[in-house]
């Protein structure tokens, strides 16, 4: 049993210009991601930044085993689309466009930039009115959690440059996942997994533990209901917004599963599961135990070692555990028994514990996921607010009951709401979080020189080393990527160049740095790996 696969998170930030409280979000968004363009690409003397390959995008078929139809599909769900969004759609969207791009008060001209491939080989880009950082594909919960946080750090740089460029408004971002007034943006995670394994297995041995999840790494939210009108505080900013058990849909109907079937990789080899139902996180423990208990989770699955769990009512359950700051409240399942969301995050524990030293001595990064996630469900079982260093929702509850004591405040009251929102500010001089971190109040795992180092960086030991490397060495020939491929514009040459790089293990440092460091040129560049065998990219 490991922990270890490919896998990446995708993050929503919640905007606001606070002098412009009806600017329309998406021309806001673009700010966001042309900025940033311009603080990469200042050195060019213009603006640009490597399009998005929509080519193999296919957002609307379903792992059960169909394709929905575009004549029938929400339009949230058409994802394949959109690299430049051009004057008439601005116009529409209620903004303007400078020369340069970014939306002003000036006469409308030209498109404006809406993706853009990282050197670290990320992708940041505008999706559902928001700035979204979908990180590079990584081996292991710790590098998750670095190149999570390389995502705050870029669109940090980003608001930024907004705030110094004439003409603009300040920008404020937020790493959370409602506005309180019936809106939800999302944090996603992605995990590659075997494309033998039957769907239904999957989402039998996952609905009990996404349920249960949100106890170790919920993001906690004041207000109760999609709107938050009802009073109190909830474990999960999301809780509330999921209506159904299984789908296609992300933000509409939104299930527990998504069946979302683009594997981004070798499709007859790989599933790629991509999960919609998690929380922001800015707690480094709570990014860590997210995705390394659902990675362990799926090993389970994938050997037919899942714990039997089946909830009568799942979004219900869902909804129950996050009202309850507790822990007490208990679900109903079909056999008969009522538990707690511990009692559930205990059982699919006990089940990975036992599994993992069956083949022997488990890797390093298995043994210390096990580990703390057996150690936080102790702390949790024992008094939940022990928990403040490590879990994001107990954290921010234990700075609001400071509040609510010292100034005697009901949970109605708007003060609350906003020292929620101020958690999640990415401003490190204004965020919550970042404040109670430099006290050394919440623990960290990774440090500043690495997350530094990851925005412009990519891993070393997938595919996304190959893509970001394409970025930062031939920028001005990559006039198109994807997760799975990289298109070059060659001097001299009629057609394009694209270079599949299907297998998410290939393209490493180790098959391809070789041939970065001894190319002169992106034509050299191309002429030896082509002539490589085997390429060390998509076979």
Same mark, same amino acid.
């Given at each position: 049993?490991?922990?270890?696969?490919?896998?990446?998170?995708?993050?929503?930030?919640?905007?606001?210009?606070?002098?412009?409280?009806?600017?329309?979000?998406?021309?806001?968004?673009?700010?966001?991601?042309?900025?940033?363009?311009?603080?990469?690409?200042?050195?060019?003397?213009?603006?640009?930044?490597?399009?998005?390959?929509?080519?193999?995008?296919?957002?609307?078929?379903?792992?059960?085993?169909?394709?929905?139809?575009?004549?029938?599909?929400?339009?949230?769900?058409?994802? &394949?689309?959109?690299?430049?969004?051009?004057?008439?759609?601005?116009?529409?969207?209620?903004?303007?466009?400078?020369?340069?791009?970014?939306?002003?008060?000036?006469?409308?001209?030209?498109?404006?930039?809406?993706?853009?491939?990282?050197?670290?080989?990320?992708?940041?880009?505008?999706? +559902?009115?928001?700035?979204?950082?979908?990180?590079?594909?990584?081996?292991?919960?710790?590098?998750?959690?670095?190149?999570? #946080?390389?995502?705050?750090?870029?669109?940090?740089?980003?608001?930024?440059?907004?705030?110094?460029?004439?003409?603009?408004?300040?920008?404020?971002?937020?790493?959370?996942?409602?506005?309180?007034?019936?809106?939800?943006?999302?944090?996603?995670?992605?995990?590659?997994?075997?494309?033998?394994?039957?769907?239904?297995?999957?989402?039998?041995?996952?609905?009990?533990?996404?349920?249960?999840?949100?106890?170790?790494?919920?993001?906690?939210?004041?207000?109760?209901?999609?709107?938050?009108?009802?009073?109190?505080? @909830? =474990?999960?900013?999301?809780?509330?917004?999921?209506?159904?058990?299984?789908?296609?849909?992300?933000? /509409?109907?939104?299930? =527990?599963?998504?069946?979302?079937?683009?594997?981004?990789?070798?499709?007859?080899?790989?599933?790629?599961?991509?999960?919609?139902?998690?929380?922001?996180?800015?707690?480094?423990?709570?990014?860590?135990?997210?995705?390394?208990?659902?990675?362990?989770?799926?090993?389970?699955?994938?050997?037919?070692?899942?714990?039997?769990?089946?909830?009568?009512?799942?979004?219900?359950?869902? @909804?129950? /555990?996050?009202?309850?700051?507790?822990?007490?409240?208990?679900?109903?399942?079909?056999?008969?028994?009522?538990?707690?969301?511990?009692?559930?995050?205990?059982?699919?524990? &006990?089940?990975?514990?036992?599994?993992?030293?069956?083949?022997?001595?488990?890797?390093?990064?298995?043994?210390?996921?096990?580990?703390?996630?057996?150690?936080?469900?102790?702390?949790?079982?024992?008094?939940?607010? #022990?928990?403040?260093?490590?879990? &994001?929702?107990?954290?921010?509850?234990?700075?609001?009951?400071?509040?609510?004591?010292?100034?005697?405040?009901?949970?109605?009251?708007?003060?609350?709401?906003?020292?929620?929102?101020?958690?999640?500010?990415?401003?490190?001089?204004?965020?919550?979080?970042?404040?109670?971190?430099?006290?050394?109040?919440?623990?960290?795992?990774?440090?500043?020189?690495? /997350?530094?180092?990851?925005?412009?960086?990519?891993?070393?030991?997938?595919?996304?080393?190959?893509?970001? #490397?394409?970025? &930062?060495?031939?920028?001005?020939?990559?006039?198109?990527?994807?997760?799975?491929?990289?298109?070059?514009?060659?001097?001299? +040459?009629?057609?394009?160049?694209?270079?599949?790089?299907?297998?998410?293990?290939?393209?490493?440092?180790?098959?391809?740095?070789?041939?970065?460091?001894?190319?002169?040129?992106?034509?050299?560049?191309?002429?030896?790996?082509?002539?490589?065998?085997?390429?060390?990219?998509?076979?």
């Amino acid at each position: 049993m490991t922990v270890r696969r490919v896998m990446g998170t995708e993050t929503e930030y919640g905007i606001l210009a606070p002098a412009l409280p009806g600017a329309n979000s998406t021309v806001l968004s673009t700010q966001i991601i042309n900025s940033y363009a311009s603080l990469r690409n200042a050195s060019e003397g213009r603006l640009s930044g490597t399009r998005w390959d929509y080519s193999d995008e296919a957002p609307l078929t379903d792992a059960r085993g169909w394709e929905l139809s575009r004549e029938d599909a929400d339009p949230s769900q058409l994802t &394949d689309g959109g690299d430049v969004l051009g004057a008439e759609g601005v116009a529409l969207a209620g903004g303007r466009l400078s020369e340069n791009g970014l939306y002003t008060d000036g006469p409308l001209s030209t498109g404006v930039l809406m993706n853009m491939v990282l050197s670290n080989g990320a992708r940041l880009y505008v999706d +559902h009115a928001h700035p979204e950082y979908s990180s590079p594909e990584v081996t292991n919960p710790k590098d998750a959690v670095i190149w999570d #946080k390389a995502g705050d750090a870029v669109v940090l740089a980003a608001l930024r440059k907004v705030a110094r460029t004439p003409g603009l408004a300040a920008i404020n971002l937020y790493k959370n996942n409602t506005d309180n007034k019936s809106v939800s943006y999302g944090s996603h995670e992605n995990y590659l997994m075997p494309r033998e394994v039957p769907f239904n297995r999957i989402t039998a041995g996952l609905i009990p533990f996404f349920v249960s999840r949100q106890v170790i790494c919920g993001a906690g939210r004041v207000g109760r209901g999609q709107d938050g009108s009802k009073p109190g505080f @909830q =474990i999960s900013q999301r809780a509330d917004f999921f209506e159904a058990e299984v789908g296609l849909e992300t933000t /509409i109907r939104r299930p =527990i599963i998504n069946t979302r079937d683009e594997p981004h990789a070798t499709a007859d080899k790989y599933r790629r599961l991509h999960v919609i139902i998690g929380d922001a996180n800015l707690s480094e423990v709570s990014t860590y135990l997210k995705l390394g208990t659902a990675s362990l989770v799926l090993d389970l699955i994938e050997h037919g070692a899942a714990p039997v769990l089946e909830l009568v009512q799942p979004v219900q359950a869902l @909804q129950a /555990i996050s009202h309850d700051p507790s822990l007490r409240r208990t679900v109903q399942l079909k056999d008969g028994r009522s538990l707690t969301g511990l009692e559930l995050q205990r059982i699919y524990y &006990d089940a990975a514990e036992k599994h993992c030293w069956r083949d022997g001595e488990p890797d390093a990064d298995t043994v210390e996921i096990l580990a703390r996630w057996g150690g936080l469900l102790d702390v949790l079982e024992d008094d939940p607010m #022990k928990a403040a260093a490590q879990v &994001d929702w107990v954290a921010k509850l234990k700075l609001l009951e400071s509040y609510r004591q010292r100034d005697s405040l009901e949970w109605n009251d708007a003060r609350l709401g906003l020292i929620d929102l101020q958690y999640a500010d990415v401003r490190p001089e204004k965020g919550l979080y970042h404040r109670l971190a430099a006290r050394g109040q919440m623990e960290r795992l990774v440090t500043d020189e690495q /997350i530094a180092a990851a925005v412009s960086e990519p891993p070393h030991d997938t595919r996304a080393y190959f893509r970001g #490397k394409c970025i &930062d060495h031939f920028g001005r020939e990559v006039v198109g990527a994807s997760w799975d491929s990289v298109i070059f514009e060659l001097p001299n +040459h009629r057609r394009l160049q694209r270079i599949p790089t299907r297998e998410p293990l290939r393209g490493t440092r180790e098959l391809t740095g070789r041939l970065f460091d001894t190319s002169a040129t992106a034509e050299e560049f191309i002429d030896q790996l082509l002539g490589t065998e085997p390429w060390g990219v998509a076979r």
